[in-house]
């Protein structure tokens, strides 16, 4: 049977699984939960003070 790796785990997943192309439920909401958290830290990574490619002053 032809089998795609799971996104979150890598794990095969077979053809018309239940969760496809997921292995399981679980692997779905992870695999939705970090993409959720990259879309909401791009936009916040300017709003929290934070400057990645600025080195403080240190006098
Ligand atoms: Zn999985």
């Known amino acids: 049977m032809k089998t795609?790796?799971?996104p979150t785990?890598?794990?095969p997943v077979p053809l018309g699984a239940e969760f496809?192309?997921?292995c399981s439920d679980r692997c779905r909401l992870?695999?939705?939960g970090r993409?959720?958290?990259?879309?909401y830290r791009i936009p916040a990574a300017s709003g929290?003070?934070?400057?990645?490619?600025?080195e403080p002053d240190e006098e």
């Open 9 to 11: 785990c890598k794990k």
């Open 48 to 54: 929290q003070g934070q400057l990645p490619d600025e």
């Open 30 to 32: 992870i695999d939705l």
């Open 20 to 22: 496809f192309p997921f």
């Open 35 to 39: 993409w959720a958290d990259e879309q």
């Open 4 to 6: 795609v790796p799971c």
